[in-house]
């Protein structure tokens, strides 16, 4: 497991207060009731400060599931 | 947040604490526009500051506000910062007994009150907010409450919808500080403005300044200061800066 599938696994467990063996692949925002916009946001936050990026308001929409995150996250540089 | 360069709205910046804003801002150098329903002391204050750009538009009015902002987001993009400055003054209780028999309140001007003092902040805050949101723009948001917001007596309305100000202020902080924009609000206590003297008689002006531990009305430039303050305060949020001169002690 690389290190932006580590970093976005204990992110989204840590955001969303849910255990990190729940974080797989397909995992998406319709299916965590608490992973409302205001979770989002702050997840992408973490995200941003932990990886050294700036997203963009596209990245953050697209963003939508663990999967999504993780494309993203690569496409802007995030070292695995 | 340093002004200089900054492109910062006011709304009812053509006159009062709005205009003591105005000024200020300019000679911090930030790029101002004022929103105002008053088109003649537009054009006045255009002449008198010419780097000022002005835009009439009615903010309680959501239509107009919806196409002011659409058209400043044209022009100039995202505003970096928002004071929401615009409102109306207005002193009446809930009843007034009368030799005549007891008179309510009128609904009229209680939904005009907060038409103009609340949803204002509500109908611009959300449309140039958005801007700011999707641009990933970092920004304040600064909401001119009053120290009535504690309850004024014969102060309804006003009382109300500055109470309804200060709660938008913390939840917009709670709201859009996860993604870098500040709200904070300056509650100003009995300040010396024309409208300050339109809706308050002298014997009850003269009986407030003998409340405020300071024993006189505050300045439009005293605000103004506050207001710049918390706008160049990256760590104030959440929070009313209470200016009132210790009558809310």
Redesign the interface.
């Given at each position: 497991m690389g290190q932006v599938d580590e970093t976005v696994g204990s992110l989204l467990a840590e955001v969303l207060q849910i255990p990190a063996s729940g974080v797989t692949e397909d995992l998406a925002m319709k299916d965590v009731e608490a992973w409302d916009s205001?979770k989002h946001?702050?997840l992408?936050?973490s995200l941003e400060q932990r990886f050294g990026i700036?997203?963009?308001?596209d990245d953050i929409v697209a963003m939508r599931s663990v999967g999504e995150i993780k494309r993203v996250l690569r496409e802007r540089g995030a070292v695995n | 947040m340093e002004l200089r360069g900054k492109k910062v709205i006011v709304t009812g910046g053509v006159r009062g604490l709005g205009r003591a804003m105005v000024d200020q801002l300019v000679r911090n150098e930030a790029a101002v526009t004022v929103f105002d329903l008053n088109l003649a002391g537009l054009e006045e204050l255009r002449k008198q500051q010419s780097s000022v750009h002005c835009v009439e538009c009615d903010v309680s009015d959501h239509e107009q506000v919806q196409a002011a902002t659409s058209r400043y987001h044209e022009e100039f993009g995202a505003a970096d910062v928002l004071i929401n400055n615009a409102g109306i003054l207005y002193s009446k209780s809930l009843i007034k007994i009368t030799p005549e028999g007891v008179v309510r309140h009128d609904p009229t001007m209680w939904n005009k009150v907060l038409a103009a003092d609340l949803s204002s902040v509500f109908y611009m805050s959300s449309c140039i907010v958005e801007k700011m949101?999707?641009?990933?723009t970092k920004g304040v948001i600064v909401n001119i409450s009053s120290v009535s917001a504690n309850g004024n007596a014969g102060q309804s309305a006003y009382s109300a919808a500055k109470a309804g100000v200060n709660a938008l202020t913390a939840v917009w902080a709670?709201?859009l500080s996860?993604?870098g924009i500040r709200v904070v609000a300056v509650a100003p206590g009995f300040t010396e403005t024309g409208s300050t003297k339109e809706a308050v008689s002298e014997t009850i002006l003269r009986e407030i300044v003998k409340k405020v531990p300071l024993r006189r009305l505050g300045q439009p430039e005293e605000i103004a200061e506050g207001v710049l303050s918390v706008i160049k305060n990256d760590f104030f949020n959440g929070k009313v800066l209470e200016l009132d001169g210790g009558l809310i002690v």
């Open positions: 205001l946001m702050e992408i936050v700036e997203l963009t308001f | 949101v999707t641009t990933r709670k709201e996860p993604m």
